[in-house]
Structures are given as C-alpha cells and as structure tokens.
C-alpha cells in the first residue's frame, strides 16, 4: 500500500506543488508588483475566467482522449507559459499567457483528480477493501503536499525569487511527471479514441452532468470553497494581519495556514475510514460519489469553485468586512444543508442498505451495475463495503 501510495501520489504532487507555490508567488505580491493600470490584477481576473470557461468544455475531451498522464503534462505546459509571460510583465505578456494558464488549469486538476481516484479503486480491489477509504488516504497524502506549498510559495514571496527559478521547477515537475507516473488509463483512452463517441457528447459533457441532483447539491459546498480561497488571500491577509500585527507578518500567518492545513489534509484523509465522509467533509467526495462520471464531475467542482472565487473577488471592493463575514457565514450554512441533502439521498439508496445487511442467508442481490462494474474491473461495488468479487462469490 505505501509503495503504491508513493509511487501514484508523490510524482502526481510535484506539479500542483510548484503551481500553487508560484502562481500563489504571483497572485499575492505580483497584483501589487504588477499594478501599474491594473494589470496585476486584471491577469488574476482573466485567469479565473479562462479556467471556468475551460472547465466547461476542456477535461471531458483531453482526458478521455489523452487519458490522465499526458492531459497532466500539457496542462503542467501552461503553467511554465505564465511563467515566462512574468519574466517580462507587460499586458503583451500576461493578459495572453493568464489566458494559457486559465486554460490549463481545469483540465489539470480533473486529471489528477480522476487518476487518484481510478488509482485508489484499483488499490483497494487489490487489498479488498473499500474503494472510498483509500482515494481519500490517496487524496489526504496528495494535499499534504500540496498544501504544503503555501509554505514554500511564501518563502518565495519573502525571498523574492526570479521568474527564472519558477520556469525551472515546473519544467522539472513535467519531467517527473511524464517519466514517473503511471498512464494508468491508457487502454481507456485507447477504447475511446477507437469507438470515437459524438463529439457533442464529450464536449458538453459537463453541462450533461448537471442532471445528476447530487451534482446540483453539491454547488454550494463547492463554491464555498471559492468564496473561502477570496476571503483568505484578500480580506483575511488585509484586516486581520496586516492591520493587528503588520504587513511584514503577512507570509508568515499564511506560513502558518499552509502548515497546519497540510497536517490536517493528512490526518483527515486517515480519519475518514472510521468517521465517513460526512463527518470531515471527505476531499475525495466527488470521487466517491460519480466513479462512473469522474471526468465532468471534477470539471464540475473546478467550475463551480473558480465561480466562487471570481464572486467573491468582484465584490470585495463594494462592501464592507462584516457583510462579507455574513455572506461567507450564509454560503456556508447552505453548502452544509444541501451536502446533507445529499448524504441522506446517499443514506436512502437500497445498495447501502443491502450492503449493512451483510450476508443475510445465501445471496446478496445487487443491481446489475455492480455486477458490470466488476466485469470492467474498475469500480467497486457503490456502497463501498464489498468489491465486484466479493458480491460475485455470495451470489453463488
């Protein structure tokens, strides 16, 4: 387990940590370096809006067609992109390459969603336990480092380090990953690209998927975390540490953030095999609750966190910090509500309850996407308790 967990994780890290430690180089003291008419920050807007346009249409499409491995490397190429276009800062420069990156980074994080998820599913098959509780042991190891980066992004922002060291560690993060990590859905890809669906399909993908209820319940959660991103890297930094203790200490409150969050990702992704998902608010919840639609869903929470954060960007200037304060306090009551909407949705399916039953008598009916889920040997079984396996042998 812990040479798989390496092995899937740790190459997997190394880009979205050097993304977040740069870009987060960027978006805090380059909205400011760069502030000559606005640039700075009219280059975060555009890069928030170009990643919620990609999340509409990229993931579905690179994914299934490149598979995970290589939709990772192109999309880790658009970061290195905006790190060229700051060794020059110019609108000539940033506004094209935050276009690059924006629409780089959906298809990114759809990607390494998706691969920890068929990973952990593909593990847990392996050592016959539940699907759920190694993708979030394999998502707690991911954001332990990549949480990380906050630390490290600012060091760099305290150190200020060229463009030029940022260009080096994201072409050496691609080479990691392209050499490193496993092209664990090749074969998938292949299928696809050889069966050819519609094109329409795959390219409103994400729009289909918002058919799926639990999709839609879970826009609030999920925009929270948008409007909680804006919070914290605007207002938090300004009116509650550069005021109390000064802007000098500013990198090293979010030092202190980025630590604890790291250490938490970790422990929390552990703890979730003996509390379930609903008491942590499990990182993997997406991929635990769509496996067979991993692609659009986590385009899906790509969208709708991005959405989030651009509202919660446009209006920090127009009103004050206690409105704010209860907005943030509002969408968080109702992300709660309606995740818990879903959750009794989840609670109120008969493949839960059949599988609590355990082995009442002989069998364990169960319907036949369970079954067809085995036969392509990548699912488990929807609750999560038995593999494909598992419900094959007692149904004899």
């Known amino acids: 387990?812990?040479?798989?967990?390496?092995?899937?994780?740790?190459?997997?890290?190394?880009?979205?940590?050097?993304?977040?430690?740069?870009?987060?180089?960027?978006?805090?003291?380059?909205?400011?370096?760069?502030?000559?008419?606005?640039?700075?920050?009219?280059?975060?807007?555009?890069?928030?809006?170009?990643?919620?346009?990609?999340?509409?249409?990229?993931?579905?499409?690179?994914?299934?067609?490149?598979?995970?491995?290589?939709?990772?490397?192109?999309?880790?190429?658009?970061?290195?992109?905006?790190?060229?276009?700051?060794?020059?800062?110019?609108?000539?420069?940033?506004?094209?390459?935050?276009?690059?990156?924006?629409?780089?980074?959906?298809?990114?994080?759809?990607?390494?969603?998706t691969f920890l998820t068929i990973s952990g599913n593909l593990q847990a098959e392996k050592e016959n336990k539940r699907g759920q509780d190694v993708i979030n042991q394999y998502f707690g190891m991911f954001f332990l480092i990549f949480q990380s980066s906050a630390v490290w992004g600012n060091l760099m922002s305290s150190l200020i380090f060229g463009s030029d060291s940022d260009i080096g560690v994201g072409i050496l993060a691609m080479i990691l990953v392209a050499v490193f990590l496993d092209n664990i859905d090749r074969e998938t890809a292949r299928e696809f690209r050889g069966n050819r669906e519609p094109f329409c399909s795959t390219f409103l993908a994400t729009f289909k998927h918002l058919k799926d209820k639990r999709q839609l319940l879970l826009i609030p959660l999920t925009m929270y975390s948008g409007f909680e991103q804006g919070f914290l890297s605007g207002d938090y930094t300004k009116f509650y540490v550069t005021c109390a203790l000064g802007i000098h200490f500013v990198g090293y409150v979010m030092i202190c953030f980025g630590a604890t969050n790291s250490i938490c990702s970790f422990t929390f992704g552990r703890l979730a095999q003996y509390t379930g998902r609903a008491a942590l608010f499990a990182f993997a919840l997406y991929g635990v609750?769509?496996?067979?639609?991993?692609?659009?869903?986590?385009?899906?929470?790509?969208?709708?966190?991005?959405?989030?954060?651009?509202?919660?960007?446009?209006?920090?200037?127009?009103?004050?910090?206690?409105?704010?304060?209860?907005?943030?306090?509002?969408?968080?009551?109702?992300?709660?509500?309606?995740?818990?909407?879903?959750?009794?949705?989840?609670?109120?399916?008969?493949?839960?309850?059949?599988?609590?039953?355990?082995?009442?008598?002989?069998?364990?009916?169960?319907?036949?996407?369970?079954?067809?889920?085995?036969?392509?040997?990548?699912?488990?079984?929807?609750?999560?308790?038995?593999?494909?396996?598992?419900?094959?042998?007692?149904?004899?």
């Open 1 to 113: 387990m812990v040479k798989n967990v390496y092995g899937h994780v740790l190459p997997r890290s190394a880009r979205p940590l050097e993304e977040r430690a740069g870009l987060g180089f960027y978006s805090l003291p380059k909205s400011s370096l760069n502030s000559e008419e606005g640039m700075g920050v009219a280059s975060l807007s555009v890069i928030y809006a170009s990643i919620i346009i990609s999340s509409m249409f990229l993931p579905p499409i690179l994914i299934k067609n490149l598979g995970c491995k290589w939709t990772i490397v192109i999309s880790m190429g658009c970061y290195v992109a905006y790190s060229f276009g700051n060794l020059y800062p110019g609108w000539a420069t940033l506004i094209p390459t935050s276009v690059i990156l924006g629409l780089g980074g959906s298809p990114l994080w759809s990607a390494k969603c």
């Open 289 to 396: 609750l769509f496996p067979e639609q991993k692609e659009a869903a986590f385009a899906n929470y790509r969208m709708w966190e991005s959405v989030g954060f651009v509202i919660a960007f446009a209006y920090s200037n127009f009103i004050c910090l206690n409105t704010k304060l209860y907005i943030l306090i509002a969408v968080l009551i109702s992300a709660m509500v309606f995740y818990g909407w879903v959750e009794w949705e989840e609670h109120k399916k008969p493949g839960v309850e059949m599988c609590k039953k355990d082995t009442e008598e002989k069998a364990l009916p169960m319907p036949d996407e369970y079954i067809k889920a085995e036969e392509k040997n990548k699912l488990r079984c929807f609750c999560g308790q038995y593999s494909g396996s598992d419900v094959l042998s007692k149904m004899q």
